[in-house]
């Protein structure tokens, strides 16, 4: 999992550093991102949900100390990312959705490499979405999304 947690530090920092814009939080933004990805495996519309929001939100704003990938543990599914200079909502789900090619379908596996981020903004029961973002301490950014229903069920499809 420290690896994982590593590349994806790594990638942000390459990708974040390149590509740096002010605006791309907003609810729409984040649905608008998902929607795209999900629209491409022909998975249904995910819609903005201030209570998932607001989780979100109390949830990143308390990574600001330490600015560490950790997941909350909390009742809904989740994506985590962090970055520097401005990482913002569209990057992070850009970035957890170039998970793709490493998710097979046909045997509803990863396949060398992690997809987990993937498969859970492409999951079809996950129908409602809330994001929150907070500057660290660090200077880095933390960004999480909440999906509800939870997805990445072992056993079943995304999609």
Not at 45 to 50: F, Q, Y
Not at 57 to 63: I, L
Not at 94 to 104: C, R, T, V
Not at 144 to 158: A, K
């Amino acid at each position: 999992m420290w690896f994982s947690k590593f590349l994806l530090a790594a990638y942000l920092m390459a990708s974040v550093s390149v590509n740096i814009t002010l605006a791309q939080n907003s609810p729409q933004d984040y649905v608008d991102t998902h929607n795209a990805v999900r629209a491409e495996v022909g998975v249904g519309p995910i819609t903005w949900n201030n209570t998932v929001a607001a989780y979100a939100q109390k949830y990143a704003n308390s990574r600001v100390e330490n600015c560490e990938l950790e997941h909350s543990g909390g009742p809904y599914g989740e994506n985590i990312a962090e970055g520097y200079g401005n990482l913002n909502g569209v990057d992070a789900v850009k970035m957890w959705a170039s998970e793709k090619p490493f998710y097979s379908h046909d045997t509803n596996s990863c396949v060398g490499d992690e997809c987990l981020h993937y498969t859970q903004v492409v999951w079809r029961k996950s129908v409602h979405l809330g994001c929150g973002r907070a500057k660290c301490k660090n200077g880095w950014w933390f960004v999480t999304c909440n999906y509800d229903p939870v997805g990445n069920i072992e056993g079943q499809s995304p999609y």
